[in-house]
């Protein structure tokens, strides 16, 4: 039998993570761990629009939606990159289509510099690491 574990997101904080890495793990979700490092073109500050970030398959252009985020913040509120070293967090999505073998993370957003990266190819975790 499976037990669905009732969290809260407040700001990108789950009230009890390790209970969350269990039900990562039996509901087929997708981590994607980030890296984001300034450079001369790229801003000096971070954050997510949680409600516009995606993951989209390229086959049937379904859209994971964003369900849990640690260590960066979600819109309006921003957080400073150290310009020397790589600042890292954590994204969860619902499960993509087991048809899915490549994917891109979009982030739709009405203004410049939205986060896009391009043709992910599909593991058998379902765990990935992306520079952004």
Not at 104 to 132: H, K, T, W
Request: one cysteine or more; glycine letters at 6%; charged letters at 20%.
């Amino acid at each position: 039998m499976t037990t669905k574990i009732k969290t809260t997101i407040n700001h990108g904080k789950v009230d009890n993570s390790a209970k969350r890495i269990a039900q990562i793990q039996l509901e087929k979700q997708v981590v994607v761990h980030c890296t984001y490092k300034q450079t001369g073109l790229r801003g000096r500050m971070i954050r997510i629009w949680p409600k516009s970030l995606f993951l989209i398959d390229k086959i049937t252009g379904f859209r994971s939606n964003l369900i849990w985020f640690e260590n960066v913040p979600a819109y309006p509120t921003w957080k400073p990159v150290s310009p020397t070293a790589a600042t890292r967090f954590t994204l969860v999505f619902d499960a993509l289509p087991d048809i899915c073998t490549t994917f891109d993370l979009c982030e739709i957003i009405p203004e410049a510099g939205g986060f896009m990266v391009c043709g992910i190819q599909r593991n058998d975790m379902d765990v990935y690491n992306i520079s952004l």
